[in-house]
């Protein structure tokens, strides 16, 4: 059918519209004690309705099927609702915005509630609100979006177990995945680790990564194509009509994707802002991500840096965490790493010793399980306590001196090696730059430039993962530390650019199984944009807004401000 057709068709499909207007009044939350009812009633016939009702509580199961009735049988097809508020049961009163156009007519809270109950002036300003409404449905039609064709593909960037898991939910539910990934492999953190957290009931004992297998699985997938030593150089356009240009091999590619994962992952607080924990001053004291990295060279042996075997080994919490001069929270996942690698030491030798000094340990949910476990260890001594000295003995070992422990005196005891518990900083926060450098919104400074049109406000900063080609920033807005900003309980995934969607540690510090349960949740949030982007409905706020702007550029006075707040660019 060609585009003139297709205009004809639907100008006779508006035409065929003819409304036919529906009343419902509802008379509980004391609308009926404070109101005459007939009175508003009245108001119906004198517009000729034929459909006027009332019910004591509308939003019930009866009242709710009263309004489907005549939908159905008497062919209703504009409702007026004169109840309570349209922010509230607005999934009682909805109805298909396709076929039908709805009102609602606040009388609890705007009248009711906030003024004198069978006062005269009550009732007018109810009658007056209900007039108003009638006036506005009898002017309302149907939505009749306009729908461009949307690409259903989701990028997902980071290659970790977050940004795998992604691809693979997305992949497994029909939906093409490109997958970049900046580094040579997959695999991220995970990789390189020796052994991973309990991710199974009774959660009380680690066990080997399946990072592998989900490399494998992701690699075999037709759905998914993995980009990999590649990065995202610029994003541009809105949820289903997104371009991204990605570099790879020195060269650059331009794909149509219908909306984003972003798990760029994590990196560990900067160690070398430590020097008074004795990093970088003493040879043998290491970060537990070091720690880690050389459990999984020498397969299990537990050496120092110096190549020697470790016997006794140390392990301080809240490395520069929860300290308003470095980490100032904490990422609840270090405890955990240092219970499972004091398990390393009691594992390459029955004789060795783990000695961990905390100031609380925090191991969330099940994982508790977890810490009982290496409690009943009588390899693994654990202490509370806050350092007064760390020196470094003769032998390379460090000599550390606590306070403040559980035995109400000081504590001196040797180990052969430290190793430090540093917390987890989220990639949002661009190499080479620290929390302290964060403005209170987006990472980087905001510029403002006086043009003959006014102010126009731009945010200038480090682009590294999205390189977003919106005014607001070529990246996202975030909470507190560097986060993605988010409702981190009611929608987690979701954040301030739609049809963007953040996973795992970039936007929390998580274990692997969490980040895995995350990523889950952000390719569900990543469809789910998808399937309502193509159906013209929008995804935010959550209500099937289906309205578009009309924009009279005739009177366009060039204030410059559609440009300026549109977090898309859209008429840029």
Known sequence: MSEEAKNEAAAEEKEEFTQKIGLYICTGCEIGDALDIDALKKIGEIKKLENIKTHEFLCSQDGAQIIKDDINNEGVNSIVVAACSMRVNTDVFSYDPLKYVTERVNLREQVVWTHEPGDEDTQMLAEDQLRIGLARIAKAEPMDPEIEPITR???????????????????????????????AELGGWSRKMHKMLPAKPPFDNIGPSDIGEKISAVEGNDRIKVMTGAAVTKTEGAPGLYKVTISRNGGEETVDIGSIIMATGWRPYDAGNLEHLGYGKFKNVVTNVEMEEMVAANDGKILRPDGSVAKKVAFLQCAGSRDPEHLPYCSSVCCLTSLKQATYVTESDADAEAYIIYKDMRTPGLYENYYEAAQDNPGVMLTKGE???????????????????????????????????????????????????????????????????????????????????????????????GFPDSHFVCFPYETRRTGIYAAGTVRAPMTAMQSASDAGGAALKAIQCLELTSEGKAVHPRVGDMTYPEINFTNCTQCRRCTVECPFGTLD
């Open 153 to 183: 593909s989701v990028l997902v960037i980071g290659g970790g177990v977050a940004g795998l898991t992604s691809a693979l939910e997305s992949a497994g539910a029909g939906y093409d995945v490109v997958l970049v990934e900046k580094e």
């Open 387 to 481: 350092i007064v000295s760390i020196e470094e003995g003769a032998d390379g070992g460090v000599s550390i001196e606590i306070d403040h422990t559980m035995l109400g005196e000081k504590v001196r005891f040797d180990a052969d090696m430290l190793v430090l518990a540093t917390g987890m900083v989220t990639n949002m926060v661009p190499e080479g730059r620290t929390i302290n450098d964060l403005t209170p919104d987006y990472i980087g400074q905001w510029k403002e430039t006086e043009t003959p049109d006014g102010i126009i406000k731009e945010v200038i900063a480090d682009p590294h993962i999205l390189n977003l080609e919106y005014r607001q920033g070529p990246e996202m807005p975030y909470l507190s530390y």
